[in-house]
């Protein structure tokens, strides 16, 4: 299948969405873990919540690595998605240094 042809917006495809609703449920356990705990929560790696967290986060860069590679010759509809993707990702990672 010739991947210009593609009519399916890149937010509605399995590789723009997935990435996407994997940082909101690291982001949803860490707002959780916020409200729970407060700002001077415990500092732990070792937790399920944390392993799964780290599965999601990690699990992402070929899923994400995937979607550009196969929307490089559409870049100007990829780009927004991947952009979202990439801010979900950053801010997941500065909550969690909260």
Do not use: C, K
């Not at 009519?7 to 969405?17: D, I, V």
């Not at 609703?21 to 860490?30: A, C, E, N, R, W």
């Amino acid at each position: 299948m010739n991947p210009q042809a593609d009519s399916t917006p890149p937010l509605l495809r399995w590789n723009g969405t997935t990435p996407l609703l994997m940082s909101l449920v690291v982001i949803g356990m860490i707002v959780a873990d916020l409200v729970r705990h407060g700002l001077h929560a415990p500092r732990h790696d070792e937790g399920t919540a944390d392993h799964i967290s780290i599965l999601l986060m990690f699990g992402q860069i070929p899923i994400m690595a995937s979607f550009a590679l196969a929307g490089r010759h559409e870049w100007r509809r990829v780009r927004p998605v991947l952009t979202l993707q990439v801010a979900l990702w950053g801010l997941t990672y500065a909550l969690s240094l909260l």
